[in-house]
């Protein structure tokens, strides 16, 4: 965990600082950059499947240190949302709030200044920041998208010239969640607000119902209210997809795979990088379950699709094309040529500066190749190595793509974060009835048990 979070704090500062670089530096600071976070995914990787290190942390003790943790995280947050001034103050208020809290309430206290803290941030950021097509595109797309599609035009047959020069390629369920607050003429931005606020909802029905803490409250707040999450809370759109992946690790967790590859499948109807969790997954179930288990949770993902894509194939069928296609590549055609590294923690800007960009699909498919058997090994072995391998598989496919930001690796910090709840690693999977009487479904996890 603390591996993680030092992860998260190195890409916080590492883009926080981002324009002060020189010009001719910022390809080498992102390259060493993407050094540091390769090593650490390697790192992260045998930390979760060595077993001299992960298993002896209790939940209790997670609690604890994940309560400073998502205060660090925070106060980072409030660093460079904050002018210099405010922001000390803003992070001495919040720390010593914290560390009463705890004296009285315990972790739980302290978790609650945080997320107390950080839902007034988010809320003022929605304030104080338009909406600004020319410093964030997301929403003023999905709120010109959704306005078409009102009007009884296909979302992906009009010119956003007037708002973006990129094409329009979400899939429907991304810019259907935003439409209710556009209908009643209300900020759309109230969306992510509700999804943050629902992800602590599901958290902590989650831990009231394993005695109180089990560790998933470490994984999940510091991500949530890092420097990675706060810039997409006024100004973008992935907090619906946030909470699917959410989600679907805690009914992961429970052993509910149809309900945690159906929330998966949700995700992926948002952004397609969301079909690497999935296939992990099954993966797992087919060497862990009955075949009526994971056949069940492939219907129901092949079901929440379909209900989305279907009738996007059926009236445009070049729509379709668009969205896994045509708009990708046109996408990554506008961002820098051959040759001129990016500024971003990615293997690209390896590729780039030694002219192997054209490889980046090929190495992104053997990245995911490599996962398999690391997935039909976790199906054998409990449920939180299959939930951390699904994001470990997302964390590594994904620094492969040509263009990526910071925020793109939350949902796979998520997975981890949430998969290695201690006491959870080695609860195998119900696929069988002697597995089912020694591991209830939804057991309780307690210090003595971790």
């Given amino acids: 965990m603390l591996l993680i979070n030092g992860l998260i704090a190195a890409l916080g500062f590492l883009y926080g600082f981002e324009y002060k670089y020189p010009a001719a530096w910022q390809g080498a600071v992102f390259r060493a950059g993407t050094t540091v976070w390769l090593v ?93 097509p020319a410093r964030a595109d997301m929403l003023p797309a999905i709120a010109f998208a959704i306005d078409a599609f009102v009007a009884g035009r296909n979302p992906y047959a009009v010119s956003y010239q007037s708002i973006t020069a990129n094409p329009f390629f979400y899939p429907p369920y991304q810019w259907l969640a935003f439409a209710p607050p556009r209908l009643l003429g209300l900020d759309v931005r109230i969306v992510n607000l509700l999804c943050a606020a629902a992800m602590v909802a599901f958290v902590e029905r989650a831990c009231r119902r394993n005695g109180g803490h089990d560790g ?15 810039p997409m809370m006024h100004s973008g759109q992935v907090w619906p997809y946030w909470l699917a992946i959410t989600v679907a690790g805690i009914l992961a967790l429970r052993g509910s795979w149809v309900g945690a590859v159906a929330a998966l499948a949700a995700a992926a109807g948002m952004r397609q990088t969301a079909l690497i969790p999935i296939i992990i997954i099954l993966v797992a179930l087919i060497a862990g379950t009955a075949p009526r288990d994971w056949l069940r949770a492939g219907l129901a993902a092949a079901l929440i699709l379909g209900i989305e894509l279907v009738p996007v194939a ?24 051959d040759g001129n590294p990016l500024d971003q923690v990615a293997v690209s800007n390896f590729l780039y500066r030694f002219g192997a960009a054209g490889s980046a ?16 090994m976790a199906g054998r072995i409990g449920t939180g190595r299959i939930v951390a391998t699904a994001g470990l598989a997302y964390l590594v496919v994904i620094s492969f793509n040509p263009y990526l930001h910071r925020y793109y690796y939350v949902a796979g910090l998520l997975l981890v974060g949430i998969g290695i709840a201690p006491g959870m690693d080695r609860v195998p999977l119900t696929g069988s009835a002697e597995r089912a009487a020694r591991y209830p479904r939804r057991q309780v996890i307690t210090d003595d048990t971790a």
């Fill in 40 to 132: 650490g995914l390697v790192l992260l990787s045998w930390l979760r499947w060595s077993d001299a290190v992960g298993p002896r942390a209790t939940p209790a003790h997670l609690d604890r240190a994940g309560a400073w943790l998502a205060t660090c995280q925070l106060v980072i947050t409030l660093f460079f949302f904050l002018p210099s001034r405010s922001a000390v103050i803003a992070g001495a208020a919040l720390g010593a709030a914290g560390w009463m809290a705890r004296r009285r309430w315990g972790a739980g206290g302290q978790y609650a200044v945080v997320v107390a803290s950080g839902f007034a941030l988010f809320a003022t950021s929605i304030l104080v920041t338009p909406l600004d």
């Fill in 216 to 230: 998933l409250r470490a994984g999940i707040y510091p991500v949530m209210f890092s420097a990675m999450a706060l």
């Fill in 361 to 376: 699909v090929l190495l992104e498919a053997l990245a995911a190749a490599a996962f398999l058997p690391l997935a039909w």
């Fill in 314 to 337: 059926l009236l445009s069928p070049a729509s379709l094309h668009h969205i896994f296609i045509d708009g990708p590549a046109l996408a990554l055609a506008r961002r820098p040529p």
